[in-house]
């Protein structure tokens, strides 16, 4: 998989990263804390947590989860970007929830391609925001390459949206940013929204059990930064998948941004965050 990243995208996960930290289900990485407990053999050789976290970016999940988890730990970040990499290694998260060491090391390369061998030494599989840009295929090896071991996947997007107030013209961006998100880029047809119920699906036919729960962004007045480069985002995608909304379109964002500056738009953004196996 090779994605051409927008200018400033780590720009935007840092802007995103308090409602991500906000909106990710704490009760699926308490299950995680107990099933890794649960699964300690006292006469093993002592050694770190291993953590594989696939999509890295800047490391926002490792610096959520880390303070969550006790004990030593040593999380292998995979990420096709340098720049990306090298960011997440000079935010790494200080130590774990009892005070332990908590190291990091990179590797660079296509997260499509990994296979169970290249997460063997994993006790947990980790990624955030990533499902939505593979198509089934790469789902389907993704989960070959997961499965049998904890895998928890935060963030993933489901197509449903909420914007208060209402406005008619909102179904409409939607349904084109839906369409935007299942877009063919490259021959790869991406899954988009659909990308977490198959993921599910294709853990259940693996014999692995799965457990969903909704992490949605809630942007108010607080997140009106976030809130507006969302809303850009969102527009941009859906005028490029149908250039016939970009008309209306102006209108529709000149009133949706006077709202977000003046502290009178709310948005949801549904995700759901998935927990396979432990």
Known sequence: MSVDLPPHFADW??????????????DLAELVRRRLAAGADPLAPAGPLVVHDLGAGTGSMA???APRLPGPQHWILHDG??????RAVAGRPDAAADGA????ETRRGDLTRLTAADLADACLVTASALLDMLTAEEVERLVAACAGRPTLLALSVTGRVRLTPADPFDVEVAAAFDDHQRRTVGGRALLGPDAVHACAAAFARHGVEVLLRPSPWRLGPAQAALAGEWFAGWLDAACE???ELAGPARAYAGRRR????????GVVVEHLDLLAGG
Not at 13 to 26: F, K, M, N, T, V
Not at 258 to 265: T, V
């Open 13 to 26: 996960l840092a802007l995103r990263e308090p409602a991500d930290a906000a909106a990710r289900a704490g």
């Open 63 to 65: 610096r959520w989860l």
């Open 81 to 86: 970007d340098a720049d990306l990499l090298a």
């Open 101 to 104: 060491a908590v190291t990091v």
């Open 241 to 243: 998948q149908r250039p």
């Open 258 to 265: 006077a709202e977000i500056a003046a502290g009178r738009l």
